[in-house]
């Protein structure tokens, strides 16, 4: 008797459950579209949001004509039932970032919980279809671990958080293997490429196709006056800026090598040249070139995304001041890869022109790569994926 | 002098990045309040928004008075300036929820980039001062590894993934740690406990002050007809839902031999009855008395957080319909603690009720604990924070 009154209350429980969508009871928005993204055959996508006492609803999205910093907007319209829309023409195939601005003010949509933060604006993405997102999309492949260790660094005196991928196999493995360096920009952190930059779905689905080497990729956190990502430190909830002091100061170049020492007796590495590699965007560019020209026989993959050189002139540092010596140290011999790719539209175009001019007047052999766009993460994950397949090949 | 240009160069590019706080090109928006959140002295919270255009600016909190499933809502006051303000009253030691609803639409605050997805609604959230927050709070202790694996399951025919925490010092011991299996409810997966339930800060802390044992946690995804959290798996961006057709059919029970397989293979864990340990939440709570049943000599310690028992009556299995002789053979000897925990105003409250009531009429010792408030992420966190403490201790 006792378990038939169980029953009926059962009952009644999963009713409840089923007419509250919030696992705490906070009332959900019950006028949610059935999907949050609606990609359209042709590639186009169309978004809606059910706002019926808005007066105005725009969307800002990084697929849209755009004039200097400033993105491009359209207007939404909205139906007799209150629910706003928009569709785009056919896109590329990539990945995509959007804001709504209701009555103003720039926010997230509310139909869409997929998001991802940059710097100190979050934005809703959205994947189409095609060649190039299929290697941006979670697909039914083996699956490598993304793990979080902090690291010590005895140089920053400071334990540090850091993102590494171990391949598919890894665990049950007793082998070594190679080990990329994956460096973020001023606006990022160790999260970063995992999120903005689809870095795990690009190694699992390119390792799964043979395209690439089963490989290790570390990374770590540029910014050395931030322990970790924001939230995911003790400073606790702060206002992200990516002008944090440290940037151009040398000192995350030197605190490199305590990066390395954990990586090199955490994990499984292949502990030399030919199989170390170490690439960046922008910030993470020029912290790409300084490390490996401070170590400059230690990497024989070199990948300079959209780089930045130096970052704050008015900082003296052997790191920087010595450098044009210590890339002759790296031709002798030279990195088997010197990868350089850049945008054709990015505002360090000309910052790119000058470096490869002082590459090309020693004689540094390099490999260059212009895409169109600009200072982009479209152009980061292409980067990315380009860059990948020529590592450890040999 | 190509090397003067190059600095030339970089000064131009340090103001470039100074200016824009976007990674990407998208513009940020600069009217934003230079803390996101401010607690005051009396942990009180006040929150503003820039917004001048917004005829009505509302906020709902998990700190307010609420209806039933309806949270409470408090109107937010405009200034001269076109920002607008809520300040609340004192509140408790806790991280807490909200949204804002502006002209009419729920969404989230717009200057605090600090969020959490609770199914399909995300929140912004933040923490006073006090104690208890103090245990959800990143410190500056040694901190645990966390990772995110995806093991076989044969049972299921599928690769899932999961969340697993090895407490600081593991990869550089060689000893083996107790290990405790931590459940979701019917709107979570695998990350619920890290993002919602602040469980890696509870653990770091609570590890820190040698209050618990330090001890390997390992977070599966509940819902069987999932293998990942939304966005983590093959299926892309849904609109998310608890209503999966999993609930109550006993897969997840019944594969939960594949969870614990891959644990004991993996990881350095203490293969006995008096090292491991399973709670839940919610659906968690139904999960983790079933599984405990099912396997009536393989854990001392198991907790049922404001738990549901069985989720789908029309569901006939052995599962449930054999559950009462499996309890009687863990009472063979009994689990060293057998925790209970509920809200004086849980909608399961009466569930609970029954529950307890076939337990004493058959001797199974168990502990309750009852607290104020209901079916929340507080007292889930704080059921974590007086549940570790007691295991593993003798």
């Not at 502990?271 to 400059?296: D, E, F, T, V, W």
């Amino acid at each position: 008797m006792l378990h038939a009154k169980l029953l009926t209350c059962s009952c009644l429980l999963f009713l409840f459950f089923s007419n509250s969508y919030g696992q705490e009871n906070i009332q959900a928005d019950k006028t949610k579209a059935p999907v949050p993204v609606r990609i359209n055959a042709d590639n186009s996508v169309t978004l809606t949001v059910h706002a019926p006492a808005a007066k105005e609803l725009a969307i800002e999205g990084n697929w849209m004509e755009r004039d200097g910093w400033n993105a491009g907007r359209a207007q939404m319209m909205k139906d007799s039932s209150g629910r706003w829309s928009y569709s785009s023409n056919k896109l590329t195939s990539d990945l995509f970032f959007y804001n709504l601005i209701l009555d103003g003010k720039k926010i997230t949509d509310p139909e869409n919980v997929y998001q991802v933060r940059d710097v100190n604006t979050v934005f809703n993405y959205f994947l189409t279809e095609g060649a190039q997102s299929d290697l941006y999309k979670v697909q039914d492949v083996p699956h490598g671990t993304v793990s979080n260790p902090w690291y010590p660094s005895p140089t920053l005196n400071s334990q540090r958080r850091m993102t590494v991928y171990t391949p598919p196999g890894y665990e049950l493995s007793k082998a070594r293997f190679p080990v990329l360096y994956l460096l973020h920009g001023m606006g990022g952190d160790e999260e970063a490429w995992i999120s903005l930059g689809r870095a795990i779905q690009i190694l699992d689905n390119m390792i799964a196709k043979d395209l690439i080497e089963p490989m290790i990729v570390v990374m770590p956190n540029g910014h050395v006056s931030n322990t970790a990502a924001p939230g995911e430190s003790s400073r606790g909830q702060y206002m992200v800026s990516p002008q944090t002091p440290d940037v151009g100061t040398g000192d995350m170049e030197r605190s490199f090598k305590d990066v390395m020492a954990f990586v090199e007796s955490r994990y499984r590495v292949k502990n030399n040249k030919a199989n170390r590699a170490i690439a960046g965007l922008s910030m993470g560019g020029s912290h790409s070139m300084y490390i490996a020209a401070l170590h400059p026989q230690t990497f024989d993959y070199v990948g300079l995304f959209s780089a930045a050189t130096r970052m704050n002139p008015a900082v003296k540092d052997p790191i920087f001041d010595l450098f044009d010596d210590q890339l002759r140290k790296q031709m002798a011999p030279s990195p088997k890869l010197y990868w350089i790719g850049m945008g054709k539209t990015d505002f360090l175009y000309q910052i790119g022109v000058g470096y490869r001019e002082k590459l090309t007047a020693i004689n540094f052999p390099y490999t260059y790569r212009e895409s169109e766009g600009g200072h982009t993460w479209s152009n980061w994950r292409l980067y990315l994926t380009e860059f990948l397949p020529q590592l450890f090949r040999d």
